[in-house]
């Protein structure tokens, strides 16, 4: 809710936490009106106007949009059957379109200004915020990035990352279990990138839901933790199977608890065989040289140099 | 719990479409790689319906089967599950079809 209009932002909480204008800004404009801006083309300007960046829910009697892209055309009406009241419409609608549209304005305007976006995904206390904290630490004045921090509840990971020197949006979805593409076009809006750096998507922690959401992203960043278990990939394929890069953190447990590498590491490679795998811990700093050449290799800031 | 999530898009893609109608059956189609579990969107949907046009309708799930292709021996296979392995042995697959999640088609009053 926002404390300015009281308008709800589909649910979800929107606050800059740490980094310039980090008092009351949120995801909307209050000079923009409530209207949900129909038809409108892609301004790449100053501020992020991602065609449909919408912090509006559809609930509160707000503009309702026409004519927008995704297969707007009405159904079909079959007349109806003898003795039959019911007419049946053909929709053949894709359920997620709506966000898979969205998902891809933030794309395009992702890559409009050279910013890559990375979304990290875990199930709850597996040691997202932690890595990044250390990230931000040891990479401070050679690799910069922003976060956006996906939580029910609570500014306390985005707190952490602030502490850790980052640029920081923290969205807290409520009751939701998962970021969607609205949301992060909200929180994009209020980060306001610079061209040529890149963006971190803490996930709420979940390793179900969030699989299911596009947000935009050019890069899947999936976190498995070593006292989780190394039957985590197999009870989440569905995650797992989308994702660029499979990080095993909290390796220097390894000794105390019983993970069974071998299991782990050939489930990963039947069930993403594409995705880049790689041990860690933030404790040690075990691993994280290799994480760190990865980020540099996909650095937008570092691209031509 | 995605469901209740998916199910409000349902809810909320058909109002779109057809505003202001009585809606008294709905027809989706879940495949069972989408990652979304039919009987939840089930359990949800009465809920999720509650004071909509889409209230008291009847839902019909459409749960058609998984294929999939081989790139290394070529043939076609329907997955054992959500992990896509070819008799073969194989990973390296695509999805030929089962991600799908649409709404096939409503019944107006």
């Not at chain 1, 976006?117 to 709850?124: D, H, V």
């Not at chain 1, 709420?204 to 839901?209: D, I, S, T």
């Not at chain 1, 953190?249 to 071998?262: G, I, Q």
């Amino acid at each position: 809710m926002c404390a300015t209009c009281g308008c709800a932002a589909d649910g979800a909480e929107i606050r800059l936490i740490a980094g310039a204008g980090a008092d009351h800004e949120h995801g909307h404009d209050h000079d923009a009106g409530h209207g949900y801006d129909a038809g409108h083309g892609h301004e790449v300007g100053d501020g992020y106007e991602p065609g449909h960046w919408h912090g509006h829910g559809h609930d509160a009697g707000h503009g309702h949009e026409a004519g927008h892209g995704h297969e707007a055309d009405h159904g079909h009406v079959a007349a109806p059957r003898a003795g039959e009241s019911d007419r049946t419409v053909l929709l053949q609608h894709k359920i997620l379109a709506r966000n898979d549209g969205i998902a891809g304005r933030n794309r395009d305007w992702l890559r409009q200004r050279g910013v890559l976006m990375l979304n990290l995904m875990s199930s709850p206390g597996a040691g997202k915020t932690t890595l990044l904290e250390r990230t931000a630490r040891d990479l401070a004045g050679t690799l910069s990035f922003a976060v956006i921090e996906g939580d029910l509840q609570t500014a306390l990971d985005a707190t952490r990352i602030g502490a850790a020197g980052c640029r920081v949006v923290q969205i807290n979805t409520g009751v939701g279990c998962h970021l969607d593409a609205a949301m992060v076009a909200s929180a994009l809006r209020v980060l306001d990138p610079a061209a040529g750096s890149m963006v971190i998507i803490e996930n709420v922690g979940n390793l179900v839901c969030p699989a299911m959401f596009d947000l935009g992203e050019a890069v899947r960043v999936v976190l498995a933790s070593v006292p989780e278990g190394a039957d985590k990939p197999v009870k989440y394929p569905h995650m797992f199977r989308q994702a660029d890069l499979v990080l095993l953190s909290k390796a220097d447990l390894l000794p105390y608890v019983n993970f069974d590498t071998e299991r782990y590491t050939s489930d990963v490679r039947a069930i993403s065989p594409g995705a880049r795998m790689m041990r860690l811990s933030a404790v040690t700093g075990e691993g994280m040289p290799d994480w760190y050449q990865w980020l540099r290799d996909r650095n937008p800031a570092a691209a031509g140099r | 719990m995605h469901e209740l999530a998916i199910t409000e898009r349902v809810i909320e893609a058909v109002t779109e479409r057809l505003p202001g109608t009585l809606i008294t059956c709905v027809r989706l189609e879940i495949g069972p790689l989408s990652g979304v579990v039919a009987d939840s969107v089930r359990f949800c949907f009465d809920l999720a319906t509650e004071g909509t046009n889409l209230e008291g309708a009847r839902l019909e799930i459409v749960e058609p089967a998984a294929r999939c292709h081989c790139r290394t021996c070529g043939s076609d296979f329907e997955p054992g599950g959500p992990i896509l392995l070819c008799d073969c042995g194989s990973a390296d697959v695509a999805v030929l079809a089962g991600q799908d999640l649409k709404i096939l088609s409503v019944q107006v009053a």
